[in-house]
DNA sequence: CCGCATCCTATACGATACTG
DNA sequence: CAGTATCGTATAGGATGCGG
């Protein structure tokens, strides 16, 4: 398919979009964008299921907060599951729904997309940063 | 390719990733889920070249502030180009770079798939709520 | 017409300490 | 172990007015 073509259909698509569902690819888009989401859903993607302390210790950096904020963002957005197992000490794991596979299936291409032109990323910015000087 | 088999390369390709690459994905994903940005680059990509003012027409509600906050920001990545006709009154119109174009290209599955789950994310979001309730 | 400066609010993110 | 509470900073986003 040419730009053009894929511009087109965009446009199709564009007119059809009642402005909620607007809306709702901008947050989603966004909800992505936030620190942890997508190394939470690759994680997933890759383990299948994974405890809380599981998922703390695989992104390195991450806080308590920030995770369990992330975890309760993601689930709302039906993309993870949680399940508590109420046992004591506390037990609960989270996997990937159809929504969250989903996600992370259509994440690829753009993904692999900012990887392969990672360096054409920095070239444009250290040209702008530099004209700016 | 399967969900597996595609786990499986991400997980490669992550593997080969560096930090600075992995905040780089970031990075441009917490752009285009920015509030004008994708809105931005879709009309610059079916108009070909816009003006500030047409950007503004098109962009239902965005203030001069936030558009040209985002312009910069999409200028810096290296998504559009700015061209300043250095006349009076002022005439500077933008377009899609081809990397703007890739990412364009890039969203597209991306986007027509929360499209089409757009039903599934507002019945998980309001089952959410109902239970937290 | 295009862009900037100023002032405001909301929220992402983090450090730290605490609870069942 | 999983989660909450409270504190702080940085930035997105907006309203409004000024200037070349």
């Avoid at 909620?20 to 939470?40: P, T």
């Avoid at 506390?90 to 360096?119: C, F």
Wanted: proline residues 2%; neutral net charge.
């Amino acid at each position: 398919m040419t730009f053009d073509e894929l511009i087109r259909r965009s446009q199709e698509a564009c007119d059809a979009l009642s402005e909620a569902d607007d809306g709702l690819k901008r947050e989603i888009l966004a909800h992505a964008g936030n620190r942890w989401s997508l190394g939470v859903v690759h994680a997933l993607g890759v383990a299948g299921t994974l405890r809380h302390s599981d998922l703390a210790r695989r992104l390195e950096g991450v806080t308590q907060r920030m995770l369990t904020r992330t975890l309760r963002q993601l689930e709302r957005d039906g993309l993870i599951s949680r399940h508590d197992h109420r046992e004591v000490p506390p037990r609960v794991d989270y996997s990937l729904t159809d929504l969250g596979r989903g996600l992370l299936t259509g994440m690829m291409p753009l993904w692999a997309w900012v990887i392969d032109n990672a360096e054409s990323f920095r070239d444009a910015r250290s040209r702008f940063d530099r004209e700016q000087a």
